[in-house]
């Protein structure tokens, strides 16, 4: 089920999107597969530790993170991959790990990587391990505010 949080703030913004079901998959990878949804347009949410604050970063299923871009973009030393006991409280209304990439809905700054932004569609998580929500990346983009960045390697 989408937390209710996102689905109100898609639905005031009357953004279309589609949810896609699928069987339970943990990997932005698997999901992809799972869901029939091609990998440049699947988006995994990975939590950072920007010295001690959680940050999101949202990138291609297929890249991972590049701490050292990250650090460089954002003038911060230290920045590592969070632990999910660090960072599950922030996202009470979804399943462990299944969090979407919507950070100021929780108070988290979210970075996007740029090879997300040159598509016209983006497909995410949707707070559930059995379902993934997909809609045009500008309303997407509109309403998340990330800042756009090459963070992927």
């Known amino acids: 089920m989408i937390p209710q949080p996102l689905k109100k703030l898609l639905d005031e913004n009357h953004i279309k999107y589609a949810v896609i079901h699928h069987s339970p998959a943990y990997t932005a990878q698997e999901i992809a597969a799972s869901a029939h949804i ?10 950072v530790i920007l010295g001690t604050t959680p940050a999101m970063v949202v990138l291609p299923a297929s890249k991972r993170v590049s701490m050292e871009s990250l650090e460089r973009v954002t003038a911060r030393k230290g920045i590592r991959l969070a632990e999910e006991d660090e960072f599950v409280e922030l996202f009470p209304d979804g399943e462990r790990g299944a969090m979407p990439p919507f950070g100021n809905l929780y108070g988290v700054e979210t970075y996007l990587d740029r090879e997300l932004a040159a598509h016209d569609m983006i497909a995410f998580n949707a707070g559930t391990h059995t379902e993934v929500l997909r809609m045009h990346y ?6 998340a505010m990330p800042k756009v960045l090459s963070l992927a390697a």
């Open 38 to 47: 091609h990998g440049v347009e699947m988006a995994k949410t990975v939590i």
């Open 138 to 143: 500008g309303d997407y983009a509109r309403l």
